[in-house]
């Protein structure tokens, strides 16, 4: 957003870039807003927009189902591979009777995370491996077993070219079938995801749970805002963040900068809600951010031009990342491809992580994903067997 003058502008940048990256972090520390989504209705193209019933409590479901009495027992592997100078290690969870089997990948949000943290994965694990799905996970790199450190103005791509690479490894599997490769993805493997799309032809269906509709500067900003609202700041405060927190980031002159500057800096807390410190950059000082950047990368981008099945869940109470525009633009993306076998769905009263929330997202009241979510994912494993 705002950068420091003199010679840690350039330092004081990247570093907060990297926040602009971690914008949609899964670790679940802070808990999300919206507003209502729109009733459930039928879209045009066939992709249908659902916000899901309201209830006076959340429907939740606590415990993973487990295989019957007397099936064959699941099994696993090691997978490891190197990508782009990254060597990757995971696990291979292959399901009961034998394959060729349909697999699934599932893809990290950001921050530290291993093959077994991705929140909410294991739910859906265990459903796809009943269903007689492969899955496979691995440690980031920087986390467990991973080597490697991304860069941070190109981390996403890095990322995606990894899940690129496990796509055409995964492919060459014996027991996996390289026609019916999907992915799940949770936060920022919405950005990952969609770049990877353009990298591979292999993947055959793609989940998006609580990833972002617009690049991660905007994201970013939105976060920066509820946050805010979360912490006490007043209406046109937050009015100020939201209007002029991209203009600032994304100003090609020093003109168009300083004067969202000057708007931002009224803001009495604003360090405090950006969790930076922030200075005017002299005019000698400042430069525009490249936009070949991952910063200004927008999925929306790539899914307007998707024609494989896409699942895209958000929680009415996000904060971290905006589920109105996020559900609007991947509707409208997708009627723009012609896309007829997606589904994209807003569960109420949840959050970032699908976890239950008060007011408006502040605050979490609880650490189970609900039933609605589950039965989602239930039905599309249902629906792209049937393709």
């Known amino acids: 957003m705002v950068i420091t003058t003199g010679t840690r502008q350039r330092a004081s940048a990247v570093a907060l870039l990297a926040a602009v990256f971690a914008v949609v972090g899964c670790a679940g520390a802070s808990q999300e807003t919206t507003t209502a989504a729109s009733p459930a209705a039928p879209s045009a193209g066939g992709v249908t927009t659902t916000t899901s019933p309201a209830a006076t409590s959340i429907d939740m479901e606590t415990t993973v189902p487990s295989a019957e009495a007397g099936t064959p027992k699941l099994s696993s592997e090691d997978f490891q591979f190197r990508s782009d100078g990254f060597d990757l290690v995971g696990t291979l969870h292959l399901p009961a009777g034998t394959g060729p089997h349909g697999a699934l990948i599932m893809v990290h949000g950001s921050g530290p995370q291993t093959r077994d943290s991705i929140p909410t994965s294991g739910l859906v694990k265990r459903r796809f491996l009943d269903a007689g799905y492969a899955v496979l996970s691995w440690d980031k790199p920087g986390s467990g077993e991973s080597t490697g450190v991304f860069d941070p103005e190109y981390g996403n791509t890095q990322r995606a070219t990894i899940l690129a690479d496990a796509i055409e490894e995964l492919a060459h599997h014996s027991a996996v079938n390289p026609d019916r490769i999907g992915l799940w993805g949770l936060s920022e493997a919405g950005w990952v995801m969609p770049q990877a799309l353009t990298m591979t032809d292999r993947v055959a269906f793609m989940i998006v749970v609580s990833g972002g509709g ?174």
């Open 214 to 387: 617009e690049d991660s500067i905007e994201q970013q900003v939105y976060q920066w805002t509820q946050k805010a609202r979360c912490g006490g700041a007043t209406p046109d405060e937050v009015a100020v963040m939201s209007q002029y927190g991209a203009p600032a980031l994304k100003a090609t002159s020093y003109n168009e900068y300083h004067e969202a500057m000057e708007q931002l800096l009224t803001i009495s807390n604003l360090d405090h809600y950006i969790g930076v410190d922030i200075e005017f950059a002299g005019e000698d000082d400042w430069r525009p951010w490249p936009r070949e950047i991952d910063a200004f990368f927008d999925p929306i981008d790539v899914i307007e031009h998707t024609r494989i099945p896409v699942l895209a869940i958000f929680g009415e109470h996000d904060i971290q990342i905006d589920p109105t525009q996020g559900a609007d633009a991947y509707e409208a993306a997708l009627q723009r491809a012609g896309n007829t076998e997606s589904h994209v769905e807003t569960i109420p009263a949840v959050g970032h992580t699908l976890q239950p929330t008060t007011r408006e997202g502040c605050t979490t009241t609880g650490s189970n994903a609900p039933r609605r979510y589950l039965q989602i994912i239930d039905e599309w494993i249902e629906s792209v067997q049937d393709r």
